[in-house]
């Protein structure tokens, strides 16, 4: 198994581009000096190139797995070993009582617990702890009456207030065995069972109910932001300015900003800004952004400053709304090694650090051309719309001077420092406290970013899988076209996939038999890229002319139709410029088309799986509806 976290610090034995090193020192935030084990000698390694090698090496070990892929009872019993596990991970002063301490509550002997520590240590997620599965599974293979035995005096003698040890059980059952005739079972098969059994109940029969919620209580606790990447916190913001488009500069709306913040340091980790509505593709983007090597977004914006920050938190902590609490950014954030907590309700003190911080840039915001200020009154009589100048490029491009070039360098009030110095006192140390010494960044960038993706599960046919009425066709489905469930033959099988919601021309499939993800073009690849949010429009924009949609020409179509009377549109806007006249097309409208225009423009995102060869397109077929009679749309 991969991990899915590389712990880079001194003498971490870490590798790059298949060549093995030693790590001797940080050179800065983002370089080691690392010896070569075989050649001897000193090579200065920047941290995204460590990054790029483990990406690579995962790409070839070919070895995944999907989160949603895992039974929901495995997942749990997997996140129960690991939250009681994480407190020993990194202990410079574990002894074997505290190893016995945990595997005691866990209710495995001291050599298992070690094995885990070890697998944990060594790959950094919570699956490395799923329980492996026997050809046999789910059969016992002991007497029945030897099974009823175990369970028997498991109940009356182990989960009670006397807290008798599994060895002391093992005695009872080997004389209640003896005195049936019946061979005994060993000490292995009674922990087995023994361990099937949910901890909370555990300790609920042992030790008592409040003993029971202090066990849940002390395995999720938060911890203090009083380190380096200890806690993130990270929220949503409209940015106060209206923006204009790319290709006629007219104005078309605000943009949102989605930013995460290291609370220790109060540097900026990551964000991402879009014409998006908030929700859990912009959180995890910016996650991803956070936590993965900054080299690709600085040249993409053209910055020169420095962006220290490539690593995994602790915690990461949000507000309480609702495009937070998805099931898919808690396991995407547990598998890769951190947790997502949430602001308590009515304690706005708890998120403070962000919403200041939001407040900072909000007055530097105001200062642009095009500012919508806080509120009117502010606004006064000024002109919003018609001073706007700049793209969501060109603003994002600012955005990141303002952080990188002066925001982060600038001496914080409530540090005494800049947020960069902090973040390097925070790595190295300094004469008064000791540096964390440690970065912990990401082996799969590829499967980083595709497991804070959302996800569908179809089931596979002759044509290949459909959704939203759109077929998606390549030859590596057919293997598994009319599959039944495992287990169950009178059900089709559902399989995993996930998608991009910026641009849906296009599947991420998880083969659950190669265990490696594969992208599912069109089956029309003659069909432009589009995005969830202009499908909806063309959707609603075919609903309110009371067309029922029923296949995917459909969609096409009128999405052809909306371009040529768009383009009119630009025509006629054009012409009246040059009359004199006002021109007063739909903000709404010229929002989503430069959005969509913004999400054309993003390259696919890399997988090394990807195929070369893609199945040729079945031709269209003839649409009987006529559209002629179509006006321009808007999107709700």
């Not at 019993?77 to 690991?82: D, G, L, P, S, W």
């Not at 109910?209 to 913001?237: C, K, Y």
Request: net charge neutral; with cysteine.
């Amino acid at each position: 198994m991969t991990p899915t976290t590389v712990a880079i610090h001194v003498g971490a034995v870490i590798s790059c581009f298949g060549r093995t090193y030693c790590v001797k020192k940080f050179v800065s935030a983002n370089e080691v000096l690392a010896s070569d084990v075989l050649a001897g000698q000193d090579q200065v390694l920047k941290v995204s190139e460590i990054t790029e090698s483990y990406g690579k090496a995962a790409a070839q070990a070919g070895e995944q797995i999907d989160l949603a892929a895992i039974p929901e009872e495995d997942w749990k019993i997997a996140i129960e070993r690991y939250n009681a596990i994480a407190p020993l991970i990194g202990m410079p002063s574990r002894t074997e009582a505290h190893v016995k301490e945990v595997a005691d509550g866990l209710l495995v002997s001291v050599p298992t617990l070690y094995r885990w520590l070890a697998r944990v240590e060594r790959h950094g997620s919570v699956t490395c702890l799923l329980r492996k599965r026997r050809f046999d599974a789910g059969g016992k293979r002991l007497d029945p009456r030897v099974e009823e035995i175990i369970e028997k005096a498991i109940r009356s003698d182990y989960l009670t207030e006397l807290k008798k040890s599994p060895t002391a059980v093992t005695r009872v059952i080997e004389t209640r065995c003896k005195n049936e005739g019946l061979p005994a079972p060993s000490k292995v098969a009674v922990m087995a069972r023994i361990e099937e059994i949910l901890p909370e109940e555990q300790a609920a029969k042992r030790e008592g109910r409040n003993a029971a919620l202090d066990f849940r209580s002390i395995r999720g606790s938060m911890p203090g932001a009083d380190t380096l990447n200890a806690v993130w916190q990270i929220d949503h913001t409209p940015a106060d300015v209206i923006l204009v488009d790319e290709q006629d500069r007219i104005p078309i709306g605000k943009p949102w900003i989605t930013l995460a913040i290291d609370v220790f340091s109060r540097m900026v980790v990551g964000w991402y800004i879009s014409f998006d509505p908030p929700g859990a593709l912009a959180t995890g983007l910016c996650i991803s952004n956070a936590i993965l090597p900054k080299d690709g977004m600085l040249g993409r914006l053209g910055v020169d400053f420095p962006w220290i920050c490539q690593s995994k938190p602790a915690v990461i902590q949000a507000d309480n709304a609702k495009e937070f609490h998805g099931e898919m950014l808690q396991e995407a954030a547990q598998e890769h090694g951190f947790n997502m907590k949430f602001r308590k309700l009515k304690k706005p003190n708890y998120g403070a650090h962000i919403e200041r911080l939001f407040g900072t840039f909000a007055e530097r915001i105001h200062e642009l051309d095009g500012t919508t200020f806080s509120n009117t009154a502010q606004k006064g009589e000024y002109k919003s719309e018609k001073n706007a100048t700049m793209t969501l490029v060109e603003f994002e491009r600012w955005f990141a001077n303002l952080i990188l070039g002066e925001y982060h360098h600038k001496k914080h009030s409530a540090l005494g420092v800049s947020p960069i110095q902090r973040y390097e006192e925070g790595l190295y140390g300094n004469d008064e406290v000791p540096g964390l010494g440690v970065i912990r960044v990401a082996s799969n960038p590829d499967k980083l970013r595709i497991d804070f993706m959302p996800l569908l599960r179809r089931t596979i046919q002759t044509y290949g899988v459909v959704s939203d009425f759109i077929f998606y066709h390549d030859p590596v489905l057919d293997k598994w076209i009319g599959a039944p469930e495992p287990g169950n033959k009178r059900k089709a099988r559902e399989f995993i996939f996930r998608y991009d919601p910026r641009d849906i021309s296009y599947l991420f499939f998880w083969d659950p038999q190669i265990r490696e993800y594969f992208r599912i073009p069109y089956r029309n690849t003659a069909y432009p890229r589009i995005s969830t949010w202009e499908l909806k429009a063309i959707k609603s924009f075919l609903k309110d002319r009371g067309i029922k949609l029923e296949n995917e020409e459909q969609i096409f179509r009128a999405r052809n139709e909306m371009m040529r009377i768009e383009e009119q549109s630009r025509c006629d806007t054009h012409n009246r410029r040059g009359a004199g006249q006002s021109t007063t097309a739909p903000r709404k409208k010229r929002m989503a088309k430069e959005r969509d225009r913004l999400h054309k423009a993003m390259p696919p995102m890399p997988l090394p799986s990807d195929r070369i060869d893609s199945p040729s397109s079945d031709s269209a077929k003839a649409v009987v509806d006529d559209f002629s009679h179509l006006t321009p749309f808007e999107e709700r």
